[in-house]
């Protein structure tokens, strides 16, 4: 398996709305990362997971929150989001931490 | 101030035709390159990975070059499809930390 599978593809929510995004890798990577890319923009990095820890948070609002359950899975839980959050966002995983990305097919997310 | 720059920033070519994509970085110390290629709303799909020690790779029509004296890198598309429509990433990290920067992309039209 060398896929970084995203769950689900695409996501409307309100603006009250309390959502989640998943990832899921069995590559044995020990790295996951959270990217949110807008329309012809690179991806900007939000989180970044060493050995299940939060490693780097990139000054994201409190509104985005991250988990790691094991070295396989990461979430990221959405709460109270605003219409500029819209974009789409992409799990990466990585076998440590200097090597490249594999990148999901993202979650394309609408905020209404 | 680590910087990867991209060149051009669109190009539009007849299908069947050769281009190649420019990736210039000031990434230091440098670890690796990864050229990707995204479909628009997609995850982006790695092509190729480059080390210090390597000057060439390749992967089917694609093949990327570097020299890490001039910190140039580039992307040679042999024999274009209209599949090959889609923005090409460069993106370099540095050895040990997180740090990874994306270039802004080239974005290739293939048209028939």
């Known amino acids: 398996d060398t896929e970084v599978t995203q769950t689900p593809k695409h996501l409307v929510m309100g603006m009250t709305n309390k959502k989640s995004l998943k990832c899921e890798q069995h590559m044995g990577h020990r790295a996951m990362y959270w990217y949110k890319q807008k329309a012809k923009k690179p991806p900007e990095l939000m989180f970044v997971?060493?050995?299940?820890?939060?490693?780097i948070n990139e000054s994201v609002p409190s509104r985005f929150s991250p988990e790691c359950p094991n070295s396989s899975l990461l979430n990221l839980h959405l709460h109270a989001l605003q219409p500029e959050d819209s974009a789409l966002y992409l799990c990466a995983s990585s076998q440590e931490s200097r090597w490249g990305y594999t990148f999901g097919s993202g979650t394309r997310l609408t905020v209404v | 101030k680590n910087q990867v720059e991209q060149s051009p920033q669109s190009l539009i070519i007849l299908e069947g035709k050769n281009c190649t994509l420019q990736c210039n970085y000031t990434v230091s110390p440098f670890s690796n390159l990864r050229w990707y290629k995204q479909d628009t709303g997609r995850g982006p799909v790695s092509l190729t990975i480059m080390t210090f020690s390597e000057n060439t790779k390749s992967n089917g029509r694609y093949t990327a070059t570097l020299d890490a004296d001039t910190k140039q890198s580039s992307l040679h598309i042999t024999a274009s499809q209209l599949s090959d429509s889609a923005s090409y990433i460069c993106?370099?990290?540095?050895?040990?930390?997180?740090?990874?920067?994306f270039g802004a992309g080239t974005r290739l039209f293939v048209k028939a």
């Open positions: 993106v370099v990290r540095d050895t040990g930390g997180f740090k990874t920067i």
């Open positions: 997971y060493s050995y299940e820890k939060l490693s």
